[in-house]
């Protein structure tokens, strides 16, 4: 990876683990496993994304499904 760029400290996302790709696309990984119902209900806890903005996004439309099936 010696092409790769650094994430920034302030591109972080609290309990998921950001890689920023040689191609510089941003991908994510949920460091806690969903739950069995959110996992049905379609929450991915992986998700990539070409800017850091939209790997953020991303990341939001899953923990949504993830509180939808909890509450």
Known sequence: ???AKAILTSQT???W????S???RFWAFRQAPFSIDALRAGADPAVDADT???VRDAVERQEEIARQ???
């Open 22 to 24: 040689d191609a510089g």
């Open 52 to 54: 850091f903005a939209e």
């Open 69 to 71: 099936v909890t509450s």
């Open 1 to 3: 990876m010696e092409n």
């Open 13 to 15: 996302i609290e309990g």
């Open 17 to 20: 683990r950001l890689i920023l």
